[in-house]
């Protein structure tokens, strides 16, 4: 009897005559066998103080507990990470770089730095989710060494936690992988699940489904020593055969079967008092040795209690054979045919026909929920996998810049003194009054570099007169750049802007720190600065839709421009935005080089990221008109107005790639000195400028163009037609005031980012966000460390006239390697394409270039005509065949 057998291994005697010791500990085979020498001989006395330390109850205690308080330590840490795991992780990441104790008080975690770096390592770049079946481990491991626990096997638990940790990380990689949604739900697989099942996803696609599948039945067989999955009626027989035996052996009711109760789960139920108190006082004495032999014991008690679990619940292993079964035609044949092969077998009849009725209740219960949900998945589930595509999974674990990195002017913000203001307050109105104006009423608003005095006129005083009186109150007031504003728009006083005798500082990060900013919904968010009135102003590029920046040299033009590319930086996503640097002066974009696989935009044949020959500038600037060229075609295609529609199209999945359709990003040019081009190309710029303003807007190519001489000549009326926003920092005269803005007050700015925005009819004014050279560095480095695409993002070829020159100075003796290869291929597809080169000979582009230079020359195809392919001079391959021969002759 298997119940006769266990006794005698848990209760066996153990040999009185044996001696016991410190350097000595007993194990019950050492106790059964006569082997009693070798076990003194294998320890020697010479290693007494060491074995003592590591024997020593009180070090067992101390693991123990340090075990148990480290399971619920990191289980309050992996709660508290799916709360404040996001706003922990520039935390985590800046530890190297940020001290301890800054660190720490950054930190949200419930329990400190140490519980959002654990959570961190554990969640976000280990296992995700998952992470949580590592928590069992230790909590039972300590569990084990403190109660000296026999009824808990700790490699049943390890391998069962483990195999979870895995698998479940796993299992939600590949669902975050195939939903698009790694942003939001990152942490459901971690680093680790999310990268394997990418990787697998590449190897075997669709195939990782049932792979995982696999390992779980797997997992299932050899974990629960499972031997058959057959149905039918030897099956049936063996079963109802194995069910009458226990039943002989051993009397159960029915609802112990039905719930799988088992007298033998506690291996104490099957002995007797007195085997038990032998039992209790064994284990006193080995505790006291802290000896832990009884490991494999408890294993193999554990296998006997699996065993006769499975022999006591015949009804659920019937149950569990159809479900093995996934296909709905092979599950309903081995029910019914279960249930007629049980029913004659020589048992109990009342007890057995009644929980045959309920299993075929069951087995139809759940059969209706099976065939249901395989109706469903097809339909609705994986159909909602595909539902919408995310650009951003091209660089799924790219990280927006942090706040961290730019710096934090803590100088406390300076205040225009109340003494400062009556005093600027009397000056105005004895002014006014020597002339004979009357106010009735004056106030003040304080802004960061300027103060507004809003002032109400006497009835019957003409507001000209006042207006003329501009440097009579400067005079008195003993200040540059006095602003006045008659009448202000939407209010009925004259405003007079006089600069504060203190400046303040208006940094970037209290700009993009702001909520307004953060929560901004623009397709472009640009965050200039702060007005006169001390709010924060935010536009959007996409609205306005170019805009053209001048200002004279020093007063803060440059770092207007970094504030724009910051800006759109640290809100948009690589596949969302590019960027076109053009910079004649070569110093000042030049920062931006480390971003090329993230943000910027170049043509095919270029090295240099940042535009800086005037050559290679008009190529740019044509390759941008061919772009908006093929992205009006691919708008009438789809039948969208304008870019946003677009995309929205594609995000959903109502555009097809076959049909050349794609995620088209934002395109942001910038030229940071436009007189210069104007200077040397003229009209070679003009011209594409002008269409790009005039057509570019709906198709989400923007430009953004600042100079430091905005004459006629320079921004002349095509371009400055197509610009209504305009930038105007300080300038030298009112002429050009009004060349930017079409109205004075540029030339009285104070300078140092004092700029004034005009929209429309409105003309703001504003304090600059100030961005410094180390700020830009840092952002770039940030974001030029982390993984990008393997190039730029390239524009589409542009070929000038200077290359047509080059072409017909080509020599046939130097010709390609696989020059006829190419012109077979060109010939028998007729598409004079490079691209097609590429794909079919598996070259680079300069090299397939190269080859279309040589087929011109050779006469084989046409001459460039801007986005179309090349025109192919030979019809058929017989007379291609003719011309290669008199090539080579």
Not at 64 to 73: C, E, N, R, V
Not at 232 to 259: C, L, R
Not at 700 to 714: E, F
Request: charged share 25%; aromatic share 10%.
């Amino acid at each position: 009897m298997a119940n006769n057998t266990y006794k005698s291994e848990v209760g066996a005697p153990r040999a009185k005559n044996v001696p016991r010791g410190v350097n000595e500990p007993m194990s019950k085979s050492a106790a059964k066998g006569p082997k009693k020498e070798k076990v003194k001989f294998l320890w020697p006395k010479i290693n007494l103080s060491f074995l003592n330390f590591f024997l020593d109850r009180r070090f067992q205690l101390f693991w123990g507990f340090f075990f148990l308080l480290g399971s619920l330590y990191l289980c309050i840490a992996f709660v508290s990470y799916l709360f404040t795991g996001h706003a922990d992780q520039s935390v985590v990441e800046a530890l190297p770089t940020t001290d301890l104790k800054e660190a720490g008080i950054e930190s949200e975690n419930w329990l400190g730095l140490v519980g959002a770096w654990l959570s961190n390592y554990f969640i976000y770049e280990g296992f995700g989710i998952a992470a949580f079946f590592s928590v069992p481990i230790f909590f039972f491991l300590g569990y084990k060494i403190v109660f000296r626990s026999r009824n808990i096997s700790l490699s049943y638990i390890t391998t069962l936690c483990l195999f979870s940790l895995c698998w479940f990380s796993l299992m939600f990689g590949y669902m975050v992988l195939r939903t698009n949604t790694v942003e939001a739900f990152s942490f459901l697989s971690g680093a680790v699940g999310y990268e394997t099942s990418l990787w697998l996803d590449s190897l075997i696609g669709w195939g990782t489904i049932p792979l995982l599948g696999f390992f779980l039945i797997t997992f299932i067989i050899f974990f629960f020593n499972i031997t058959s999955f057959s149905t039918g009626k030897k099956v049936a027989a063996e079963v109802v055969t194995a069910t009458a035996n226990t039943f002989a052996e051993q009397p159960a009711t029915y609802e112990q079967m039905s719930k799988g109760v088992n007298q033998y789960a506690n291996p104490a139920a099957s002995l007797d008092e007195d085997e038990l108190d032998t039992q209790e006082e064994e284990f006193e004495e080995e505790d006291e040795l802290g000896s832990e032999d009884e490991m494999p014991e408890a294993d193999s008690e554990e296998l006997f209690e699996e065993t006769v679990e499975l022999e006591l619940k015949p009804a659920p292993v019937a149950a569990q054979v159809p479900r093995a079964v996934v296909t709905p035609p092979i599950v309903t044949p081995p029910v019914n045919t279960l249930a007629l092969d049980i029913e004659p077998a020589a048992i109990e009849p009342d007890i057995f026909a009644e929980e045959t009725e309920i299993e075929e209740d069951l087995f139809e219960d759940e059969k209706e929920v099976v065939d249901l949900k395989i109706n469903k998945i097809p339909e609705e589930e994986i159909g909602s996998l595909s539902e919408n595509y995310d650009p951003t999974l091209d660089l799924a674990r790219y990280h927006y810049p942090t706040l961290e990195l730019l710096n934090d002017y803590a100088a406390a913000r300076v205040q225009v003194s109340k003494e400062e203001l009556e005093a600027n307050k009397d000056r105005i109105v004895e002014t006014l009054g020597n002339y004979s104006i009357g106010i009735a009423s004056i106030k003040a608003t304080i802004g960061p570099t300027v103060t507004l005095y809003e002032i109400v006129p006497d009835a019957g005083v003409r507001i000209s007169k006042i207006k003329n009186l501009e440097d009579d109150i400067a005079l008195s007031l003993a200040a540059l750049g006095i602003r006045i504003i008659a009448p202000i728009p939407g209010k009925g006083t004259i405003g007079i802007e006089v600069p504060n005798k203190k400046k303040e500082m208006v940094s970037i990060k209290s700009i993009l720190s702001t909520e307004k900013f953060l929560k901004s919904e623009m397709d472009l968010p640009i965050a200039f600065g702060k007005t006169i009135t001390n709010e924060v102003f935010i536009t959007d590029l996409a609205k306005m839709p170019h805009l053209l920046m001048a200002g004279a040299t020093g007063q803060g033009k440059s770092v207007g421009l970094n504030a724009i590319l910051t800006s759109l930086i640290y809100k948009k996503h690589p596949s969302q935005l590019k960027f076109v640097l053009v910079d004649p002066k070569k110093v000042e974009l030049s920062l931006f080089n480390k971003i090329e696989r993230h943000f910027l935009a170049k043509l095919p044949d270029s090295d240099e990221p940042i535009i800086t020959d005037t050559k290679k500038v008009i190529n740019t600037l044509n390759s941008l008109c061919m772009e908006m060229d093929m992205r009006y075609d691919l708008l009438k295609d789809a039948g969208c107005r304008n870019l946003k529609e677009y995309n929205l199209k594609f995000v959903e999945r109502r555009l097809s790639p076959k049909k050349g359709h794609r995620f088209m990003p934002f395109i942001v040019l910038v030229i940071d000195e436009l007189a210069d081009l104007m200077m040397t190309a003229g009209k070679e710029v003009e011209t594409p400028i002008a269409r790009l303003a005039q057509l570019a807007r709906a198709i989400g190519i923007h430009l953004v163009v600042a100079t430091q001489r905005p004459s006629v000549n320079v921004i002349t009326g095509i371009i400055k037609a197509n610009f209504p926003c305009r930038i105007s920092f300080k300038v030298t005269s009112k002429i050009d005031s009004r060349t930017i803005l079409d109205t004075g007050g540029a030339d009285q700015l104070i300078g140092q980012g004092d700029m004034l925005f005009s929209v429309g009819s409105d003309l703001i004014r504003l304090q600059c966000a100030f961005v410094d050279t180390p700020e830009v560095d840092r952002i770039c480095d940030f974001i030029g460390n982390q993984q990008g695409y393997d190039d730029a993002y390239l524009l589409p070829e542009f070929v000038g006239d200077e290359s047509g020159n080059e072409k017909t100075d080509f020599d046939p003796s130097t010709r390609d390697s696989m020059f006829e290869e190419a012109a077979r291929i060109i010939v028998t597809h007729q598409q004079g394409s490079t691209s097609l080169l590429q794909r079919r000979l598996k070259l680079g582009y300069n090299r397939a270039g190269r080859l279309i230079d040589q087929l011109e020359s050779a006469g084989i195809v046409g001459p460039f005509e801007g986005s179309k392919a090349r025109e192919v001079l030979i019809p058929d391959e017989y007379s291609l065949e003719q011309l290669l021969n008199n090539i080579n002759k």
